[in-house]
């Protein structure tokens, strides 16, 4: 069964188009770099009904087809953040201090008090709060955090699982790549995918369709793509067409597709490998 990755950005800060969402593109990245693909992803803002409506689609996502899904953002101690409330909610269960986050926590303050050179106050009021960021939803694992010992959090569903990382990039992008590399070695497929495509020039996408067609039905396992572009300011009005799948699917469905454009006296451009 191959395993589909989504992605999930909250924070209004994003949506308000105060901060430029990072995470999508690094998270496409990450994967890419081991032969791996986001199947989707979501935005939603600090709204803890639109955060439990879309965990709970996630984790019925894990259930049902063994999702892996990166959650960024709101699981701070904040009165806007409420990303582990929610995934409580959307899980049925209660929030609990994590004994492992707990002690990470306390062990971060008593850094602070070092760094600081203050006594370390366990009982102060700011320090008892900061556990808060340790409550996390009943049987949730930690996600270790390289960058200030705060750890994520990770709640299996099924075959399936979703994993809460901070909304701070410095932070989120090691805790996910050590989820990929720990958790997700064995789906590592380096060389599993390819793309392979050429610009046809002043081509409408109906003309071409039949073909994309013929190719899809004839050649299983492959995906035909066109992307149209109106203003280029090299090729001008053109269409980016091509085959993506794995190699040996896109080496023998993409000689097929050259043909058929040969055949229809298109004009071609260059070509384009992934």
């Not at 909250?10 to 890419?32: F, T």
């Not at 300011?233 to 085959?243: Q, T």
Request: net charge negative; proline share 7%; glycine share 10%.
């Amino acid at each position: 069964m191959t395993t589909h990755f989504g992605l999930i950005i909250v924070g209004d800060e994003i949506l308000s188009g105060k901060r430029a969402d990072k995470h999508l593109p690094k998270v496409i990245g990450l994967l890419a770099a081991r032969g791996l693909q986001l199947s989707y992803a979501d935005y939603v803002g600090d709204d803890p009904d639109r955060i439990t409506a879309t965990l709970a689609h996630a984790f019925a996502a894990a259930r049902a087809s063994g999702d892996v899904v990166f959650c960024t953002g709101g699981i701070g101690a904040t009165p806007d953040d409420h990303t582990r409330q929610c995934a409580a909610r959307a899980l049925g269960v209660e929030l609990a201090l994590h004994p492992e986050a707990e002690r990470l926590i306390r062990e971060r303050m008593q850094d602070i008090a070092k760094e600081q050179s203050v006594p370390y106050e366990p009982d102060r009021h700011d320090n008892i709060h900061r556990l808060n960021m340790g409550m996390f939803p009943v049987g949730a694992a930690i996600i270790p955090n390289p960058y200030n010992k705060i750890p994520g959090f990770s709640c299996r569903a099924g075959q399936g699982a979703v994993h809460f990382v901070p909304g701070f990039p410095v932070m989120a992008w090691p805790m996910i790549e050590w989820l990929l590399d720990t958790h997700y070695a064995g789906l590592h497929q380096k060389l599993a995918y390819s793309e392979k495509s050429v610009i046809v020039m002043g081509s409408m996408e109906a003309a071409l369709t039949p073909l994309m067609l013929e190719i899809e039905a004839s050649h299983k396992g492959v995906k035909v793509f066109s992307l149209p572009s109106v203003d280029h300011p090299d090729y001008g009005r053109h269409i980016e067409l091509g085959v993506k799948g794995l190699p040996e699917n896109v080496d023998a469905a993409y000689p097929v597709l050259l043909a058929g454009l040969h055949n229809l006296d298109a004009k071609l451009g260059p070509e384009l490998v992934r």
